[in-house]
């Protein structure tokens, strides 16, 4: 299967594990537990920042493809 562009696979990955990661996070055992609501949000900032990059690069390698 092609991806619709380039990275897109792995940025649909990222973003399906900070769903999974939220929905966690919407459980009383994790919103009650100060430290897995610390490890899940320092993740989900991992997550974006990952996601921003890789934004960039396939803007980059788009921009490539039409020059």
């Keep these: 299967m092609k991806s619709k562009t380039p990275y897109y696979d792995q940025i649909q990955?990222?973003?399906n594990e900070?769903?999974?990661?939220?929905?966690n996070l919407q459980s009383d055992s994790v919103r009650n537990n100060a430290n897995l609501r610390d490890q899940a949000?320092?993740?989900i900032k991992e997550i974006q920042h990952k996601i921003?990059?890789?934004?960039?690069?396939?803007i980059a390698a788009e921009t490539s493809l039409q020059a």
């Design 13 to 15: 990955l990222l973003i």
């Design 18 to 23: 900070m769903d999974i990661i939220l929905a």
């Design 41 to 43: 949000m320092i993740r």
């Design 52 to 58: 921003h990059d890789l934004k960039i690069k396939r």
